[in-house]
Each structure stands twice: as structure tokens, then as C-alpha cells.
Nanobody
Framework: VQLQASGGGLVQAGGSLGLSCAASGRTFSSYSMGWFRQAPGKEREFVAAINRIGTSTYYADSVKGRFTISRDNAKNTVYLQMNSLKPEDTAVYYC???????????????????WGQGTLVTVSS
């Protein structure tokens, strides 16, 4: 599956931004989807994930209550709505796809076989 992330940009602290990741190729609903991010000089870290049918989600503690992951299998797209953004949320955000059973939420980056190109989110203080 090929993934194309979009929606990044510059936003002030406290603001909101929505990311999208469009998939093409294999059937999108076959994949558990995740969002990861990598800040300058830091390791890539998990942000959020959702199962194949959109019934279960999982979030990193650092974004819980502020970010929401969702998906639309009819549109082959996964979303990340980011609210109450902080300067420490500044990073390149990547979407990723993992083969998984329908109800499983995949969170380990080693389990994701396909990655998008990343979109930059910059949060100014």
C-alpha cells in the first residue's frame, strides 16, 4: 500500500491542525493504521493508532485527550485531528500501515510495513 500524508503546517500553540493520510494500492481496510512523529534530533515515536474497522484506538500519553485518530475506509484515508497543540508537538508526522486482524490495534513501529513520506507540523510558542 502507498501512503500520502498531508495537512502539516505552522500553527500557534493552543491551535489545531488536521492531518490526512490517503492510501492507494491494496485494500485500505486490510490495515491497522498508525501515526508516528519525529522531532529534530530525536527518535521516532508513536502517536496514535486505530484498528482496521475503526472501533478501537490507542494513544501515546503525551497526546491523549488532545489528538484524535479516525479513519474512513470508503475514502481510503486515516486522519489525525490535533487540538491544543504545544511547541513540543513540533515534528515530522508519518502515517503507517500494518497487516493485522480486524480488531487489533498495532502500535509497535516494527510491525508497520508501509510508511508515508511525512508532513511537517510546526507549533510556535
Amino acid at each position: 500500500v502507498q501512503l500520502q500524508a498531508s495537512g502539516g503546517g505552522l500553527v500557534q500553540a493552543g491551535g489545531s491542525l488536521g492531518l490526512s493520510c490517503a492510501a492507494s494500492g491494496r485494500t485500505f481496510s486490510s490495515y491497522s493504521m498508525g501515526w508516528f512523529r519525529q522531532a529534530p534530533g530525536k527518535e521516532r515515536e508513536f502517536v496514535a493508532a486505530i484498528n482496521r474497522i475503526g472501533t478501537s484506538t490507542y494513544y501515546a500519553d503525551s497526546v491523549k485527550g488532545r489528538f484524535t485518530i479516525s479513519r474512513d475506509n470508503a475514502k481510503n484515508t486515516v486522519y489525525l485531528q490535533m487540538n491544543s497543540l504545544k511547541p513540543e508537538d513540533t515534528a515530522v508526522y508519518y502515517c503507517a500501515a500494518a497487516d493485522a486482524p480486524p480488531f487489533k490495534v498495532v502500535v509497535g513501529d516494527a510491525d508497520f510495513g508501509s510508511w508515508g513520506q511525512g508532513t511537517l507540523v510546526t507549533v510556535s510558542s
